[in-house]
Nanobody, 118 residues
Framework: QVQLVESGGGLVQAGGSLRLSCAAS????????MAWYRQAPGKQRELVAE???????NYADSLKGRFAISRDDAKNLVPLQMNSLKPEDTAVYYC????????????WGQGTQVTVSS
């Protein structure tokens, strides 16, 4: 099992920034693609961004240029920098880890709330 703990959520005004962090309980440097998802009220959980063990990133098209995912394998951290936040970014943000060869994430964090006020 890999334990994932998100942090950094909170309340921010539109146009502001937040930096979320996902802390993993074990090394994520070799086998795991790490990702951030979000789920807004009444909406399906959606992929925000992901980063492979080789550092290849993938973003939701609507978020390109505003969000940035990275990974610090030495610290087992996966930050998500969120800039120019909009009210529609309000959601619970989840960290996830997917083992190589798996289609879906194998592990999920509990989520952190991000609320963007207009």
């Amino acid at each position: 099992q890999v334990q994932l703990v998100e942090s950094g959520g909170g309340l921010v005004q539109a146009g502001g920034s937040l930096r979320l962090s996902c802390a993993a309980s074990r090394s994520i440097g070799t086998l795991y693609t790490m990702a951030w998802y979000r789920q807004a009220p009444g909406k399906q959980r959606e992929l925000v961004a992901e980063i492979t063990s080789n550092g290849i990133t993938n973003y939701a098209d609507s978020l390109k240029g505003r969000f940035a995912i990275s990974r610090d394998d030495a610290k087992n951290l996966v930050p998500l920098q969120m800039n120019s936040l909009k009210p529609e970014d309000t959601a619970v943000y989840y960290c996830a880890a997917r083992i190589f060869g798996s289609v879906r994430p194998n592990y999920w964090g509990q989520g952190t709330q991000v609320t963007v006020s207009s």
